[in-house]
């Protein structure tokens, strides 16, 4: 998630080819990001929060984008590991796609951060079983200690797209990976991407930021499916990329209908922006 990444999830065109750019290179989408307003119900039903195990050792250092591993944002084992721009790694944190981040400073997408957050040996296995939102509210405090982050939320009815299932029938497979499998995208090149086992939350998130636009998943579809999806990018999305021979397949809209048996569907619908009012450079380790 650098400057080619972390401005691709929503409604800007010019941030979203950046992203482009970035999907083109086969780099692992792990964590889907969900409407903030679930996270926070979330956060606030039954003590949620309070009852997830907390970080005992976090590490902060500065990464070069260059390096092997970078762009990668799940759990390993006892650890989360974050590299990336910090951009990212707050919208994970909250459950924001970047387009709905407001009052983020030039440097929490320029500079990039190695983030190594490990439970102590007690709480290793109640973390092997935690969901990605989950672990986006055990972020949240290392944004707050670390990076003083503070914020507040705003509302605003926006266009965006409904995911359906299309009159043809879901097409998607069930994935043969459980639960300790990380929901996934894998972009192996302009216009392809597969999933061994994905969620409808991933896969609203991975469309948002194909499109420019907020997709909202309303097919009721609640597991893992596994799937290839191949189409011909939209060149008015992607100007860094330069036209090849594949370039007389479907378009995204056409290829999830045709091969996933889904649909975009345009609505509008009230959406909530985390509106960040403090950030600094991260404390020393």
């Known amino acids: 998630m650098t400057e080619r990444m972390v401005r691709?999830?929503?409604?800007?065109?010019?941030p979203l080819l950046t992203m482009a750019g970035w999907v083109a290179v086969a780099m692992p989408i792990v964590f889907s990001l969900v409407l903030a307003a679930q996270i926070r119900a979330q956060e606030q039903t039954e003590g949620v929060a309070a009852k997830?195990?907390?970080f005992d050792v976090v590490s902060i250092k500065q990464?070069?984008?260059?390096?092997?591993?970078?762009f990668f944002y799940g759990r390993i084992g006892d650890e989360y590991r974050d590299c990336g721009p910090l951009s990212g790694s707050i919208e994970i944190a909250y459950g924001f796609p970047d387009d709905r981040v407001l009052g983020l400073p030039g440097w929490t997408k320029s500079t990039y951060y190695d983030i190594d957050a490990k439970v102590a040996s007690s709480d290793i296995a109640a973390f092997g079983k935690l969901n990605e939102n989950q672990i986006g509210l055990m972020l949240q405090p290392v944004m707050k200690e670390r990076f003083h982050l503070a914020v507040h939320y705003e509302t605003e009815e926006r266009s965006v797209y409904l995911l359906v299932i299309a009159k043809i029938g879901s097409k998607l497979k069930n994935s043969k990976r459980g639960?300790?499998?990380?929901?996934?995208i894998q972009i192996s090149g302009n216009g392809k991407a597969e999933s061994l086992r994905c969620t409808m939350s991933v896969l609203a998130r991975f469309l948002s930021w194909q499109t420019g636009r907020t997709v909202i998943d309303q097919t009721g579809l609640?597991?893992?499916?596994?799937?290839?999806?191949?189409?011909?990018?939209?060149?008015?999305?992607?100007?860094?990329r330069a036209p090849s021979a594949d370039d007389s397949g479907p378009s995204l809209f056409t290829a999830i209908q045709e091969q996933l048996g889904l649909k975009l569907v345009s609505g509008k619908a009230p959406l909530e922006f985390l509106v960040v009012d403090h950030i600094e450079q991260p404390s020393p380790n």
């Open 8 to 14: 691709g999830f929503g409604f800007s065109k010019k």
């Open 52 to 54: 997830l195990p907390v």
């Open 63 to 70: 990464a070069d984008p260059r390096k092997p591993g970078c």
């Open 179 to 184: 639960d300790e499998f990380s929901p996934r």
């Open 222 to 240: 609640t597991g893992g499916y596994e799937f290839t999806l191949n189409w011909t990018p939209d060149q008015g999305l992607m100007r860094d």
